[in-house]
């Protein structure tokens, strides 16, 4: 069981992430496809194993709780990143502040990031275990 909800979370993330076309473009925070993918499929297999299961099966897994899961944490994610308006600061004053402000934004997603893997790491064991 644990294998085939692995390798089924695996094609979901992998399509939802190639539906969302996050291939070689970066977010606010620096999001590339590999970390957008990362948060997708630990999301997906914390928050999916602990739906109840509903659907077809299909390799001996329920697909529809994880199906759902990925879209709505792609959609999520999708949302809170997106791209800045493109607004180019005219002056040293305000550049030094955008800047300052990537800066920080980079922080809190880095610090975010590690304390979700953590944290879905410990979800996906729970939901086997218990």
Do not use: K
């Amino acid at each position: 069981m644990f294998w085939m909800d692995f390798l089924l979370v695996l094609a979901i993330a992998l399509l939802i992430a190639s539906a969302f076309g996050m291939g070689g473009r970066r977010y606010s925070a620096g999001l590339d496809f590999l970390m957008f993918f990362l948060l997708l499929f630990l999301a997906t297999w914390a928050l999916g194993g602990w739906f109840r299961p509903v659907g077809p099966v299909l390799w001996g897994s329920y697909w529809v709780p994880y199906v759902f899961v990925a879209l709505l944490i792609a959609l999520l994610l999708a949302a809170a990143l997106a791209a800045p308006n493109g607004r180019v600061p005219r002056t040293r004053t305000e550049q030094r502040e955008e800047a300052q402000a990537q800066a920080a934004v980079a922080v809190a997603f880095g610090t975010f990031f590690w304390v979700f893997l953590i944290v879905a790491v410990v979800a996906i064991a729970a939901s086997y275990l218990l």
